[in-house]
């Protein structure tokens, strides 16, 4: 069964700095696209960030560029988002996808973890 | 930026049927766009029904079907039951390589 597990979450100011991981299970992981998405409380979803199978390219969305950095470690089976420059409307629930192929088929997401920014 | 559009809210009897739909504020939507529809009930992870306009995951009940429908992406639920009730999300590729979720439509099953 392919499980995506997100950590890194948490309470940070305004300002600061995060790092997201998604470790990924029961799958080669080096042969899928993957997304991170996230929902700010009590609102819908928002697309964030996009890397292909082998990390050559990523795509953010324009709420987030120049503010955070989508990378893969495939050896590792990891995915990371490192956000800086954090501001109070970047928190939410963080879910990272997986699809299944390298640019389309979204299909599993993880249970998400919570990014608060705040003084 | 592409806005994409969803209805708010809709309501289905049990057993009924209902047509969610998604369009685009650049024209219409068509497969180059790979349409996906997402589940979120509350509390929970979404969850992918259907990808690339049409196609299903092995967890994805038979009642859901996607399509194209006069300009839009729709998500077709025939034979609703009430654990269909959730939040349904769409979500279009365009081809700037960006993605964009629809507002989300909250399905009641009544």
């Known amino acids: 069964e392919v499980q995506l597990v997100e950590s890194g979450g948490g309470l940070v100011q305004p300002g600061g700095s995060l790092r997201l991981s998604c470790s990924a299970s029961g799958v080669t992981f080096s042969s899928y696209g993957l997304h991170w998405v996230r929902q700010a409380p009590g609102k819908g979803l928002e697309h964030v960030s996009f890397i292909t199978s082998n990390g050559g390219r990523t795509y953010y969305a324009d709420s987030v560029k120049g503010r955070f950095t989508i990378s893969r470690d495939n050896s590792k089976n990891i995915l990371y988002l490192q956000m800086s420059s954090l501001r109070t409307e970047d928190t939410a629930v963080y879910y990272c996808?997986?699809?299944?192929?390298?640019?389309?088929?979204?299909?599993?997401w993880g249970q998400g973890t919570t990014v608060t920014v705040s003084s | 930026q592409a806005v994409v559009t969803q209805e708010p809210s809709l309501t289905v009897s049990p057993g009924g049927t209902v047509t969610l739909t998604c369009g685009s504020s650049t024209g219409a939507v068509t497969s180059v766009h790979y349409c996906y529809w997402f589940q979120q009930k509350p509390g929970q992870a979404p969850r992918t029904l259907i990808y690339?306009?049409?196609n299903k995951h092995s967890w994805t009940p038979a009642r859901f079907s996607g399509s194209l429908l006069g300009g839009k992406a729709a998500l077709t639920l025939s034979g609703a039951q009430p654990e269909d009730e959730a939040d349904y999300y769409c979500l279009l590729f365009y081809n700037d390589d960006r993605w964009f979720f629809g507002g989300g439509t909250r399905l009641t099953v009544l």
């Open positions: 996808v997986k699809n299944i192929y390298d640019w389309t088929g979204m299909d599993v």
């Open positions: 690339d306009t049409s």
